[in-house]
Nanobody, 118 residues
Framework: VQVVESGGGSVQSGGSLRLSCERS????????MGWFRQAPGSEREFVAS???????AYADSTKGRFTISKDNAKNTLSLQMNSLKPEDTAMYYC?????????????WGKGILVTVSS
């Protein structure tokens, strides 16, 4: 199983970015996937998830600004990030869980950098 993130980069405060995560070599396209991030000197934190039944969850800090979605046909997860703030600067990691629920074992991508300048 491979999990590969794409779409990161640099943007000014208030701007937008769209991250993508492709899961390959895994046959169960509806299984939960999610996004986490880790800023320098901080622990990895939850950003958003999309469970097998379509239920979404967001961190309080991203609710209303970020939107998670999934194309099951392409086994690809997306994260639309709007109204970005400097505090959103971090490495963003995609997690692909082995089940409909967003817990338990997950395959992880290597991460992609998002930098938001003020």
């Amino acid at each position: 199983v491979q999990v590969v993130e794409s779409g990161g980069g640099s943007v000014q405060s208030g701007g937008s970015l769209r991250l993508s995560c492709e899961r390959s070599g895994y046959p169960y396209t509806r299984h939960c996937m999610g996004w986490f991030r880790q800023a320098p000197g901080s622990e990895r934190e939850f950003v958003a998830s999309l469970a097998g039944d379509g239920t979404t969850a967001y961190a309080d800090s991203t609710k209303g600004r970020f939107t998670i979605s999934k194309d099951n046909a392409k086994n690809t997860l997306s994260l639309q990030m709007n109204s970005l703030k400097p505090e959103d600067t971090a490495m963003y990691y995609c997690a692909a869980y082995r089940g409909d629920y967003c817990d338990g074992y997950a395959y992880w991508g290597k991460g992609i950098l998002v930098t938001v300048s003020s």
